[in-house]
C-alpha cells in the first residue's frame, strides 16, 4: 500500500515540476479565463492532462526512441523556441497596438486545444524522458515492467498534478482579469515570462 501511495504521490510532484513553467497550455488556459470565462479554460484542462499522460505513457515505453529522435533532429526542439520567443515579442510589444475588431474569428474546440497543445510540445517529452528515467534510476523502479496498478495510479497522478496545476493558472488569471487594464498588464507579463523562457531553454539547448 505504502508503495502504490508513493507512485501515486510522485506522479503528482513530478507533472506538477513540468507544469509549472509557462508554456502554451498554460498561455492557452490564462488568455480563456481572461477573455472568456473560467468555465471555457476547464476544457482546455481536461485533455490537456490527458495529453500529459500520453507524452509520459511514450516517454515510459518509448525512452530510447524519443531520445534518439531529438538528438537526430533538434530542430524541432529548436523551432518550438523559436515559437515561444516570438509570440512573447508579439504579446510584449504588439499585441496592445491592434484593434481587438480586427482579430480573427476562431471557433477552434477547447478540447482539440488543450489536447493538441499538450501533445505536440517536444519540450515536455523531453522532460519526461528525463523525469521518469530519473525516478527509474533513483527512486524506484519505473518502467514497462513495473505492475499495472503501480502505473495506473503514477498516470493518475500525473493527470491530476497536471490539471490542478493549470486551474490554479486560470484562477490567477481569472484574478488579474478583474484588475483595471488587465489584459495590457497580463499581454506583457505573458511576453515577458515567454522572452526570458525562451532565452533561457534556447541557452540550455545550444550548451547541450
Sequence with gaps: MTSLLLYFLLGIISAI???????????????????????????????????????ATLALYYNIELSHFFTQYPWVQGSFIFVFFFIGIYLLFIKNKINPKNYPKLHTSK?????????????????????????????????????????????????????TTLYCYGLWGHKIAQQKNSKTKLSRILGVALIILSIFQGIKFIAE
Aim: charged fraction near 5%; avoid cysteine.
Design 111 to 163: 478540447l482539440i486545444t488543450g489536447f493538441s497543445l499538450a501533445t505536440l510540445n517536444p519540450p515536455v517529452a523531453i522532460y519526461w524522458i528525463l523525469a521518469i528515467s530519473w525516478i527509474d534510476k533513483y527512486i524506484f523502479e519505473l518502467t514497462p515492467h513495473t505492475p499495472f496498478v503501480s502505473l495506473l495510479l503514477f498516470f493518475f497522478g500525473i493527470y491530476l498534478g497536471k490539471t
Design 17 to 55: 515540476i513540468g507544469a509549472l513553467p509557462l508554456g502554451a497550455v498554460n498561455l492557452a488556459v490564462i488568455r480563456a479565463t481572461t477573455t472568456q470565462t473560467i468555465h471555457n479554460a476547464f476544457y482546455i484542462i481536461l485533455t490537456a492532462g490527458v495529453g500529459e499522460i500520453l507524452l
